[in-house]
């Protein structure tokens, strides 16, 4: 295969976590043979960087459909490395300035993801 990369683009969390749980579920199968993934977050998808957050849409979610948002996060962020971009015009907004984020998340402006979209395939939730 060769090397491709991509930017899920994920735009909800606690009105549709099934959403969210889907392209982290797509996310880990695509990670799992070894390709360049990451995520941007905007709206109130940036809430998914919070700590803890992704246990709040874990319980929200509709059964046996999709794992859990936690375990899944866990997994793209422990096994996988994957880096979630947090847009910065969001940040503030959704009350992220002052909140602890999760490990691999960074706070980055959409000319970020404009560069990022130059050079990747986007996938957008």
């Known amino acids: 295969m060769e090397d491709k990369k991509f930017v899920f683009v994920l735009t909800h969390s606690y009105e549709r976590p099934d959403v969210v749980a889907g392209?982290?579920?797509?996310?880990?199968?695509?990670?799992?043979?070894?390709?360049?993934?990451?995520?941007?977050?905007?709206d109130d998808g940036v809430l998914i960087a919070k700590k803890g957050f992704a246990e709040t849409l874990s319980e929200l979610q509709k059964k046996d459909e999709f794992s859990p948002v936690h375990q899944l996060?866990?997994?793209?962020?422990?096994?996988?490395?994957?880096?979630?971009?947090?847009?910065?015009?969001?940040?503030k907004h959704y009350g992220l300035d002052k909140a602890e984020?999760?490990?691999?998340?960074?706070?980055k402006p959409g000319s970020f993801l404009g560069e990022m979209l130059l050079e990747r395939q986007n996938v957008t939730f």
């Open 23 to 42: 392209a982290m579920q797509l996310a880990s199968n695509m990670k799992a043979f070894d390709i360049e993934l990451d995520f941007f977050l905007m």
């Open 73 to 91: 996060m866990k997994t793209l962020i422990e096994d996988f490395g994957v880096k979630f971009y947090v847009c910065a015009s969001c940040v």
């Open 101 to 107: 984020l999760v490990k691999t998340a960074e706070i």
